[in-house]
């Protein structure tokens, strides 16, 4: 215990200070003062012509809230790559057709498949190539962009995009037998039907004289699709136009099927080409997309009273 008659040390002042400082600063007389409310002033009421410019100036801070909110719908409305048609139309009639399967699927058949990202074909008719390939069919593609997502701004590496799903769709060509890629390089999310994509196109049905032109539905396409699919398949159908060699378009992504091709016996090839874009389709994903590939080829297979189908709208050129 300390001795009272020992002075207190510099460290012993300080906190007697500092608990003196405290207890004043709490005192209770104080804490009362301070709530003491202020009289309030009396309100003057705003004449008429105030009133109708304080509501003029409140009509337009609405008018300028609102307009934001309209103008970053609108922006992000133009930046994302997805169109919506909101009541889709149909073909009427519709019957069904037969693009000539006996030649389709045999030796020597020469087909072009036309698509607008790296995974497409896996994704939309993986079933429908595999078929093909093993049916010995000549089999070239066309890829209309790099699918490089370099619409995403800063989120994405273009070029390191580029080069990955390149390699991820030689590897699934490669996979379901065909013979080359053309890659076009245009912009992923772009895409336009321009003279200059279609005279690429036309140029590649001269070299390889296809049959059969397979591309994406532009007429019919589901209720929401992307707009590189849509414009990929209207710069093809353009392309075939005159062709001599070309005798189907066969369009698929499409809300009017005439043909399905079935491919119960083939879903395990589907899966594993899906499973072959790993940039795109990975852990959750894979399984959530390969769930929606499963759901397109259930419901294309009832159709025609199969397992699993995949559907074409398919038009007789000659
Ligand atoms: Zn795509």
């Given at each position: 215990m300390a001795d009272p008659r020992t002075p207190p040390s510099v460290a012993d002042h300080n906190l007697e200070q500092g608990v003196r400082h405290e207890i004043e600063t709490c005192s209770p007389f104080e804490s009362l003062d301070r709530l003491t409310v202020a009289p309030s002033k009396p309100k003057i009421p705003l004449s008429p012509d105030e009133l109708r410019a304080r509501r003029r100036r409140n009509a337009k801070r609405r008018v300028v809230a609102y307009g934001s909110i309209l103008a970053l719908i609108y922006a992000f409305w133009i930046w994302q790559p997805y169109e919506i048609d909101l009541v889709p139309h149909m073909p009427v009639p519709n019957p069904p057709v037969d693009p000539d399967t006996k030649h389709l699927f045999s030796p020597g058949a020469k087909v072009l498949v036309v698509t607008a990202h790296p995974d497409d074909s896996a994704f939309y008719i993986g079933g429908f190539l595999t078929k093909l390939g093993r049916s010995g069919a000549e089999i070239h593609q066309i890829i209309?962009?790099?699918?490089?997502?370099?619409?995403?701004w800063i989120f994405a590496d273009p070029a390191e995009n580029r080069v990955i799903r390149r390699n991820e769709a030689l590897e699934e060509l490669h996979t379901w037998g065909g013979k080359d890629i053309l890659f076009l390089g245009r912009s992923d999310g772009r895409l336009r039907a321009d003279d200059s994509l279609v005279r690429k196109i036309r140029q590649r049905i001269d070299e390889v004289r296809p049959e059969y032109v397979i591309c994406f539905d532009g007429d019919y396409?589901?209720?929401?699709?992307?707009q590189d699919h849509r414009r990929s398949g209207e710069a093809a159908e353009e392309a075939v136009k005159?062709?001599?060699?070309?005798r189907w378009l066969m369009k698929f992504s499409?809300?009017?099927?005439n043909w399905i091709c079935d491919i119960s016996d083939l879903w395990d090839a589907e899966e594993a080409l899906l499973k072959i874009h790993r940039s795109q389709f990975h852990g959750e994903r894979l399984e959530m997309i390969t769930n929606t590939v499963q759901n397109f080829a259930v419901d294309d297979g009832e159709r025609i009273g199969v397992t699993y189908g995949e559907g074409f709208r398919c038009v007789r050129l000659r």
């Amino acid at each position: 215990m300390a001795d009272p008659r020992t002075p207190p040390s510099v460290a012993d002042h300080n906190l007697e200070q500092g608990v003196r400082h405290e207890i004043e600063t709490c005192s209770p007389f104080e804490s009362l003062d301070r709530l003491t409310v202020a009289p309030s002033k009396p309100k003057i009421p705003l004449s008429p012509d105030e009133l109708r410019a304080r509501r003029r100036r409140n009509a337009k801070r609405r008018v300028v809230a609102y307009g934001s909110i309209l103008a970053l719908i609108y922006a992000f409305w133009i930046w994302q790559p997805y169109e919506i048609d909101l009541v889709p139309h149909m073909p009427v009639p519709n019957p069904p057709v037969d693009p000539d399967t006996k030649h389709l699927f045999s030796p020597g058949a020469k087909v072009l498949v036309v698509t607008a990202h790296p995974d497409d074909s896996a994704f939309y008719i993986g079933g429908f190539l595999t078929k093909l390939g093993r049916s010995g069919a000549e089999i070239h593609q066309i890829i209309c962009t790099d699918g490089d997502k370099g619409y995403y701004w800063i989120f994405a590496d273009p070029a390191e995009n580029r080069v990955i799903r390149r390699n991820e769709a030689l590897e699934e060509l490669h996979t379901w037998g065909g013979k080359d890629i053309l890659f076009l390089g245009r912009s992923d999310g772009r895409l336009r039907a321009d003279d200059s994509l279609v005279r690429k196109i036309r140029q590649r049905i001269d070299e390889v004289r296809p049959e059969y032109v397979i591309c994406f539905d532009g007429d019919y396409p589901p209720r929401i699709s992307h707009q590189d699919h849509r414009r990929s398949g209207e710069a093809a159908e353009e392309a075939v136009k005159g062709a001599p060699s070309v005798r189907w378009l066969m369009k698929f992504s499409t809300h009017a099927p005439n043909w399905i091709c079935d491919i119960s016996d083939l879903w395990d090839a589907e899966e594993a080409l899906l499973k072959i874009h790993r940039s795109q389709f990975h852990g959750e994903r894979l399984e959530m997309i390969t769930n929606t590939v499963q759901n397109f080829a259930v419901d294309d297979g009832e159709r025609i009273g199969v397992t699993y189908g995949e559907g074409f709208r398919c038009v007789r050129l000659r």
